[in-house]
């Protein structure tokens, strides 16, 4: 990809795409009685999946950009005395229990909860909703933390995949991020995690990290293949510290430039696809046996708020403080602050602050966007019909995809759009296309590279 084009597109600021609109969107319009509302008019002969959210770490990483807190025993002892009063108050008005596809626990690090809490939790939680054969439970684990115990309960608890952050193994790197992580703690994770018998581990790396380098995320990429996970997620470290202020202890000068990070994110991915591993969307890699690439090869990749997934269910509830969730209706989001979000469930009301009703032109653009995210492809004219929409509106008068066409990153037949191979990192800049909200809140959001 030439320089110029890189420069021009890999420093704008744009959305991820784990859904549309995005939550810079939500409006407090949509609150606790609007989320009630749609969980009562909810239809009970779909699955649906969870998503919890455990805000404690036991140290903070500087690049996180997650919503999290140091964690104290007892600020996690009551947090989880309203997280199990949320699981009531949201069974209750669906009336009976909603079939689980999948669940989810992120973070935060959830197993700071220890083993005991962890095992009751999911415990609650069958008794709440209704848990299949085939339900499919993923929970995020910091290596450095884990211990055989844990991965014991996990295995026990019907844990079906582990997501283990590594980040990086270069010790400079590690020191600018404030998480020291030897590549020996990285090993004994993964061996306590398949002897308790979870079937699925994921590793997430990261580039664009302060002080690295393209040889670095070589090496720690050479070394995670060691391990043999059976997914990777690799993501862009996103600078926003005017949202995350402890980002500002990093040093912004040891940041990579955009050219730079394509450069990182390509090796990364050279050497991953060179091992065997199918490449999945912007950021994820899976072996040829795993469901995600299975999903991808039939065309029934999806994109949520845990990235790319086999995940298919319409509704998405979220627990916890700052979890999103999506109904029929739309988006609903709970109170970001733990505090703040245990007061509202005292009080017996859902925790919904902020949310966003879905218009029928809002489900259009979100399916192209989804499309896009996950093929790397989208026919603009079948998906405006299907929504009753005309194409004509999507696609002429369109300056953003006028100026991809132009600069060769894509390929437009007709209103089928197609990224070439050399422009795949730019393609939340080809999405941006078909967001009618992105210059509202652009600021939010990281670069594209």
Same mark, same amino acid.
């Given at each position: 990809?030439?320089?110029?084009l890189?420069?021009?597109?890999?420093?704008?600021?744009?959305?991820?795409?784990?859904?549309?609109?995005?939550?810079?969107?939500?409006?407090?319009?949509?609150?606790?009685?609007?989320?009630? $509302?749609?969980?009562t008019?909810?239809?009970?002969?779909?699955a649906?999946?969870?998503?919890?959210? @455990?805000?404690?770490?036991?140290?903070?990483?500087?690049?996180?950009?997650? &919503?999290?807190?140091?964690?104290?025993?007892?600020?996690?002892?009551?947090?989880?005395?309203?997280?199990? /009063?949320?699981?009531?108050l949201?069974?209750?008005?669906t009336?009976?229990?909603?079939?689980?596809?999948?669940?989810?626990?992120?973070?935060?690090? %959830?197993?700071?909860?220890? %083993?005991?809490?962890?095992? !009751?939790?999911?415990?609650?939680?069958h008794? &709440?909703?209704?848990?299949?054969?085939?339900?499919?439970?993923?929970?995020?684990?910091?290596?450095?933390?884990?211990?055989?115990?844990?991965?014991?309960?996990l295995?026990?608890a019907?844990?079906?995949?582990?997501s283990?952050?590594?980040?990086?193994?270069?010790?400079?790197?590690? #020191?600018?991020?404030?998480?020291?992580?030897? /590549? /020996?703690?990285?090993?004994?994770?993964?061996?306590?995690?398949?002897?308790?018998?979870?079937?699925?581990?994921?590793?997430?790396?990261?580039y664009?990290?302060? $002080?690295?380098?393209?040889?670095s995320? @070589?090496?720690t990429?050479?070394?995670?293949?060691?391990? =043999?996970? *059976?997914?990777?997620?690799? +993501?862009?470290?996103a600078?926003? %510290?005017? +949202?995350?202020? &402890?980002?500002?202890?990093?040093? !912004?000068? =040891?940041?990579?430039n955009?050219?730079?990070?394509?450069?990182?994110?390509?090796?990364?991915?050279?050497?991953?696809?060179?091992?065997?591993?199918?490449?999945?969307?912007? *950021?994820?890699?899976?072996r040829?046996?795993?469901?995600?690439?299975?999903?991808?090869?039939?065309?029934?990749?999806?994109?949520?708020?845990?990235?790319y997934?086999?995940?298919?269910?319409?509704?998405?509830?979220?627990?916890?403080?700052?979890? @999103?969730?999506?109904?029929?209706?739309?988006?609903?989001?709970?109170?970001?602050?733990?505090?703040?979000?245990?007061?509202?469930?005292?009080?017996g009301?859902?925790?919904?602050?902020?949310?966003?009703?879905?218009s029928? !032109?809002?489900?259009?653009?979100?399916?192209?966007?989804?499309?896009?995210?996950?093929?790397?492809?989208?026919?603009v004219? =079948?998906?405006?019909?299907?929504?009753?929409?005309? %194409?004509?509106?999507?696609? $002429?008068g369109?300056?953003?995809?006028?100026m991809?066409?132009?600069?060769?990153?894509? !390929?437009?037949?007709?209103?089928?759009?197609?990224?070439r191979?050399?422009?795949?990192?730019?393609?939340?800049?080809?999405?941006? =296309?078909?967001?009618?909200?992105?210059?509202?809140?652009r #600021?939010?959001y990281?670069?594209?590279?």
């Amino acid at each position: 990809m030439q320089s110029a084009l890189i420069e021009k597109y890999g420093d704008e600021r744009l959305p991820r795409y784990t859904s549309y609109p995005t939550s810079p969107c939500f409006s407090p319009d949509v609150d606790d009685s609007t989320y009630e $509302n749609w969980l009562t008019a909810m239809s009970l002969e779909k699955a649906a999946s969870l998503y919890v959210h @455990i805000p404690f770490c036991p140290s903070i990483c500087w690049y996180c950009g997650c &919503h999290t807190t140091n964690a104290r025993n007892s600020s996690i002892a009551n947090y989880l005395r309203m997280l199990r /009063e949320e699981v009531r108050l949201v069974a209750a008005r669906t009336g009976a229990p909603v079939r689980i596809d999948h669940l989810h626990f992120g973070g935060g690090t %959830p197993t700071t909860m220890g %083993p005991r809490k962890v095992f !009751e939790l999911i415990e609650l939680l069958h008794k &709440h909703f209704e848990f299949t054969g085939s339900t499919q439970i993923a929970l995020e684990i910091d290596p450095r933390t884990l211990d055989q115990e844990m991965a014991t309960v996990l295995g026990e608890a019907g844990v079906h995949r582990a997501s283990v952050g590594v980040q990086t193994f270069d010790p400079a790197v590690q #020191r600018a991020i404030n998480r020291i992580q030897s /590549e /020996e703690q990285t090993m004994e994770a993964v061996f306590q995690l398949r002897r308790a018998r979870i079937a699925s581990i994921n590793f997430d790396l990261m580039y664009g990290l302060p $002080n690295q380098t393209v040889q670095s995320c @070589i090496e720690t990429t050479k070394a995670a293949i060691e391990m =043999a996970p *059976d997914r990777f997620a690799v +993501f862009g470290y996103a600078h926003v %510290p005017s +949202f995350k202020k &402890h980002q500002r202890l990093i040093d !912004e000068a =040891a940041l990579a430039n955009a050219r730079s990070r394509i450069s990182q994110a390509k090796a990364i991915s050279e050497y991953l696809v060179a091992a065997g591993y199918r490449r999945i969307g912007i *950021d994820h890699f899976a072996r040829p046996h795993d469901s995600l690439a299975t999903a991808q090869t039939n065309g029934q990749l999806h994109r949520n708020f845990q990235g790319y997934t086999t995940d298919a269910c319409e509704t998405l509830i979220g627990l916890g403080s700052s979890a @999103i969730g999506r109904i029929p209706g739309g988006y609903v989001q709970n109170e970001v602050l733990p505090n703040r979000y245990a007061k509202r469930i005292a009080s017996g009301r859902l925790a919904t602050t902020k949310g966003w009703r879905l218009s029928a !032109e809002d489900r259009m653009r979100a399916s192209i966007i989804e499309r896009l995210m996950c093929d790397f492809q989208v026919d603009v004219p =079948a998906l405006a019909v299907t929504y009753g929409f005309d %194409p004509h509106a999507l696609l $002429n008068g369109n300056p953003r995809l006028s100026m991809l066409e132009s600069d060769g990153i894509i !390929e437009n037949a007709g209103g089928i759009i197609r990224l070439r191979e050399e422009g795949r990192f730019l393609i939340r800049a080809v999405a941006a =296309a078909f967001d009618a909200y992105v210059r509202e809140s652009r #600021r939010c959001y990281s670069k594209t590279a």
